[in-house]
């Protein structure tokens, strides 16, 4: 099942087409969700609930009716859920095969860029969640089946598996990107080095990680190409220069950070705030 959640916004509205016709890709059911708490009573400022309550619910009726117009074999069902929308997407993103959400396009603060609620369930979330800017990632996607590419790490398995999903499902070709750097004298033992002179170098022993990480899902998926990109520079700048045909950016975040606090990683924020293309960012196992 692919769960969105709308909000009545252009970039909701972008983010249910988009869940859409990913649901029919892959003959997924869909899920509209809308997400509100009640007034406090303690609160200053009078609310009509009832109001806004009707409101949430027209904003469901009139999505699915939209949506399934256009894809009249996709099942659709619709939810109103009376809570915080942050707990509420978390624990939807923890039941779905993926979660959707819309971005506020371009800005100048990070909560603004992404939107604060996007923002939160990202660093929460238990599975994959999709990132759509605008109308104009939707279309242009349904009009070019363009590339998948994902950005393949230390911790490659979730990447490449949505990745893969994802690829097969467009008949499409991913390209894998693994940047790599220079490393540190510290960490670059006589182990390191023996391996990296038997290898050919630097450049070769990350192509050899990146073949390496990919032959098992290559295996389960012999039906979509692979085009491997081994660069060095940093991950985003890498990611950003190669996603110029992209439909689609997978990339990974760690489930917390040092101090067990959930984080998004400085990869995934680069891509969220410049990509051009929808950014799928899967949490590592």
């Known amino acids: 099942m692919i769960t969105v959640g709308v909000d009545g916004s252009e970039h909701g509205s972008a983010a249910a087409d988009w869940a859409a016709a990913e649901a029919v ?21 009078t609310v009509d609930t009832e109001a806004q309550q009707r409101w949430a619910g027209n904003l469901l009726r009139e999505t699915r009716a939209r949506v399934t117009g256009r894809h009249p074999e996709l099942p659709v069902t619709a939810r109103l ?18 979660l959707v959400l819309g971005s506020r396009g371009h800005g100048t ?18 599975g994959p969640v999709v990132l759509v800017r605008s109308p104009e990632q939707v279309q242009e996607e349904a009009g070019e089946a363009g590339e998948v590419l994902a950005g393949v790490g230390e911790e490659p398995d979730g990447v490449l598996g949505f990745a893969f999903e994802a ?50 899902w290559r295996a389960r998926h012999p039906q979509v190409e692979v085009a491997e990109q081994v660069e060095m520079g940093s991950a985003a700048q890498v990611l950003l220069s190669s996603c110029g045909s992209a439909a689609l950016m997978v990339v990974g975040r760690h489930a917390s950070g040092p101090h067990g606090l959930p984080r ?17 960012v899967v949490p590592h196992p």
């Open 25 to 45: 890709r892959r003959g997924m059911e869909l899920r509209l969700v809308h997400a509100w708490a009640q007034q406090p009573l303690d609160l200053p400022v």
């Open 109 to 126: 603060l990070v909560g603004y860029l992404i939107g604060s609620i996007a923002l939160h369930v990202l660093r929460q979330a238990k």
């Open 81 to 98: 859920l009376p809570s915080d929308p942050v707990p509420a997407l978390v624990a939807e993103s923890a039941e779905a095969g993926m």
């Open 167 to 216: 690829a097969a499902a467009r008949g499409a070709e991913l390209r894998a990107v693994r940047a790599w750097s220079l490393p540190p004298v510290v960490d670059w033992g006589p182990g390191s080095m023996r391996l990296a002179d038997e290898t050919g170098g630097l450049a070769a022993l990350e192509q050899k990680r990146l073949a390496d990480a990919l032959e098992p």
């Open 264 to 280: 998004i990683g400085h990869v995934a924020h680069a891509v969220l705030h410049h990509a051009p293309c929808p950014v799928a």
